[in-house]
């Protein structure tokens, strides 16, 4: 028995051996150190060192010496090829290898040369039925600099230009055919030859619509931004895809030209989608110190009558906010670049500055200005019945708003890069008493930009300024005046809290309002990320903001954790000239979504 468990352990013993030992050579493997020489362009020196292997895989340990060879040749090829790329033609690599204390020292020591300069370039550009006016266009983005570095990303930015500019002119089959370098080393200089195959002109054809289910293919038609018959231009494939897309009525969309021209010189475009399921429900849950706990529910249809038009139902609630919503909304209303909004709402709020109750109708005709830009007029009616300082009012008001707005961001909860601009200005008229009419102004602008791979850090800015002009503060419904404070504005501040008070210390709003706030958002590990910001503002009761009486400023820090539906935030905020038995020391907020 005991010979028995001896050469049991013994065998254990063996196995684990043997399976630790190829891991613990890999391990170890051939110890090195890279460098590269020789080169004293910084920037070049940095691009070499990006493409070097030796460089980047330091951690990772060859196996054997043939192992290390065969990754210091590949090296010296990558290298040289990407110092030909640079204009280097006449560029020699020497590798110096030796040994100290075990470790193989590596050194790639380049020997740059003479940047060649282009001599000449030559652009031929087939077949002669090319319009004339398109060819000199063509010939004219072609005139490079002679003398300028022979750099590869400058004939092929060059050679993109042009099959560019012939895509939108009719040919959107160009393509390169050769692309020609031509070196002579005893002028250290390069003549280039491309030649470009623009085949005949086309116009658009018909579309060639698949995988409809719901949604008809005549609203597919109706978003097409070209007219069958005109000259091709890729620029309208491309915005037809993204109108498409926008839509948010397919999970996948394609919008290409056809393989083959039909006889007549016309190129259908095959647009193949795959629909979305159109239906959706959901809910949303918050909490803050200053409004409590609140949720939402919704539901809603994106494809209503199969021509994607979408309504959207909503119920909402806080300890201090109750409403519902029914917004109808129809996308190519009269031209594809309408969308008509027609919304119902109402609501019941019980703030500290005021309690109201209110039902609200309207519509608007919003209009894709392209460039990011989007414009919209409309009209609303709404009656209110507010309550502040212990006295009723009611009120019929007759508003006319009209907005323009501009977004370049590359995510709607989350974005990492682009600006978000918006003006609006909306006159209120009063039937019952036209000397009670005002006018309210708002300019809003936010900006994103993200840092290092990835956007571990994305740095986030916003500003706003708001105006109401026309009678007294007193005469203004209470909840059309201007509050800050609170999450989606000062956070560290009650919601509506700053700015005029009244003999209690009630906010009453106030006809003026400035904000702005910055934050950084920094990824950590995981979904997980902080957020440190600043957030100040005020409002003031005069219809300019008056500086004098200064403005409320509060700091914070955040947490995030990222979900596919977007960011869920929590935020604590501490304000920093709070003001004494009116503001408490911090606000907490728990919601979905960046703070702006």
């Known amino acids: 028995m005991t010979c028995s468990r001896g050469l049991l352990a013994v065998f254990l013993a063996i196995t684990i051996c043997s399976c630790l030992t190829p891991s613990m050579a890999r391990a170890e493997g051939i110890v090195y150190r890279a460098g590269i020489s020789g080169v004293e362009d910084v920037q070049l020196a940095k691009l070499l060192e990006e493409v070097s292997d030796l460089v980047q895989s330091a951690g990772r340990l060859p196996a054997t010496m043939l192992a290390l060879q065969r990754r210091i040749a590949g090296d010296r090829d990558r290298l040289l090829e990407v110092l030909r790329s640079e204009g280097y033609y006449g560029a020699s690599i020497e590798v110096d290898r030796r040994e100290a204390d075990g470790t193989q020292l590596v050194e790639l020591r380049v020997v740059p040369g003479p940047r060649f300069g282009i001599a000449s370039f030559t652009l031929v550009l087939a077949p002669d039925s090319v319009a004339a006016g398109l060819r000199q266009e063509a010939e004219r983005q072609a005139r490079v600099r002679i003398g300028e570095p022979a750099r590869a990303a400058s004939i092929i930015d060059v050679e993109r230009g042009i099959i560019v500019l012939l895509g939108r002119n009719g040919h959107p089959k160009a393509r390169r055919t050769e692309r020609k370098v031509v070196v002579d080393h005893a002028r250290a200089a390069a003549d280039i030859r491309l030649e470009i ?3 005949e002109p086309v116009t658009f054809g018909p579309p060639l ?7 008809r293919p005549s609203y597919i038609r109706r978003q097409l931004a070209w007219r069958e018959g005109a000259l091709f231009d890729n620029r309208h494939v491309d915005d037809t895809r993204r109108d498409l897309v926008r839509s948010n009525l397919f999970e996948t969309v394609r919008v290409s030209p056809a393989e083959t021209a039909a006889p007549d010189g016309s190129l259908p475009v095959e647009i193949e989608v795959r629909e979305r399921e159109h239906r959706s429900i959901g809910f949303g849950l918050g909490y803050s110190t200053d409004l409590g706990f609140g949720g939402k529910v919704f539901w809603e249809h994106r494809n209503l009558f199969g021509e994607g038009e979408s309504l959207n139902l909503e119920a909402r609630a806080t300890q201090r906010l109750y409403g ?6 129809e996308r190519g209303f009269l031209s594809r670049r309408n969308t008509l909004l027609l919304d119902l709402e109402t609501s019941e709020e019980r703030f ?8 609200a109708t309207g519509a608007a005709l919003e209009r894709d200005l392209g460039n990011g830009f989007a414009g919209s007029l409309g009209v609303t009616l709404e009656a209110l019945n507010v309550r502040q300082a212990g006295e009723t009012d009611r009120f ?6 009209a907005r323009l707005r501009r977004d370049t961001t590359d995510n709607l909860l989350d974005p990492t890069r682009g600006h978000r601009l918006r003006l609006e200005y909306t006159p209120f008229f009063q039937p019952d008493d036209p000397d009670l009419n005002f006018h309210r102004v ?12 990835g956007n571990r850090v994305v740095l986030a800015a916003r500003a706003q300024l708001g105006f109401i002009f026309g009678p007294p503060t007193a005469d203004i419904p209470a909840n059309r005046r201007l509050y800050a404070g609170g999450g989606g504005s000062v956070r560290g501040y009650e919601f509506q809290s700053l700015g005029p008070l009244d003999a209690d210390g009630d906010p009453v709003g106030g006809r003026s309002i400035v904000e702005a706030g910055i934050e950084a958002r920094i990824r950590l590990f995981g ?3 902080i957020v440190p910001f600043l957030d100040i503002g005020n409002a003031y009761d005069d219809e300019r903001p008056d500086l004098d009486q200064g403005v409320r400023v509060a700091t914070g820090i955040g947490l995030r954790y990222t979900t596919p539906i977007g960011p869920i935030r929590a935020d604590i905020a501490f304000p920093l000239n709070r003001r004494r038995g009116i503001d408490d020391a911090f606000q907490f907020y728990v919601s979905l979504g960046q703070a702006f």
């Open 197 to 199: 195959d623009a085949g």
């Open 352 to 359: 500290e500055a005021y309690r109201a109750r209110s039902v």
């Open 442 to 453: 708002i300019l809003a602008g936010s900006a994103y930009q993200g840092f290092f791979e």
């Open 324 to 329: 519902g919503a029914a917004r109808y909304r």
């Open 396 to 401: 019929v008001l007759v508003s006319l708003p």
């Open 209 to 215: 619509i698949s995988g409809t289910r719901d949604v």
């Open 527 to 529: 979904g997980f990320g």
